[in-house]
């Protein structure tokens, strides 16, 4: 993952670093050397989580949604598909030994 492109992205859409900090819950400095590519290549899960949800947050506010954008929710980014509606997966077949794995 590229994180100096997510940070500055969140940077280019209005948030600055010691936000950025605040809300992933990390140091200002961690973020400074995210920003700069000196540091990142093993960042834990956590704040790695935290940055992307911080992004697609900020993305989908300043896209007009208060909400991060679902595919599955009507009227998300990906088509509006509903669970129960609008898709439905096709009926499986029956597994019948060795041949049901040529397709």
Known sequence: MDWTLIISSLVSLGVDRETIANEVGCSRSLVN????GKRGKRL?????????????RVAAKNAGYEQPLDPFVKGGVRGGLT????????????????ASFAG
């Open 33 to 36: 050397a995210l920003a700069q």
């Open 44 to 56: 834990s899960y956590e704040i790695g989580t935290k940055l992307l949800g911080l992004q697609e």
């Open 83 to 98: 669970a129960s509606s609008e898709f439905e997966f096709p009926p499986r077949r029956p597994l019948t030994g060795p």
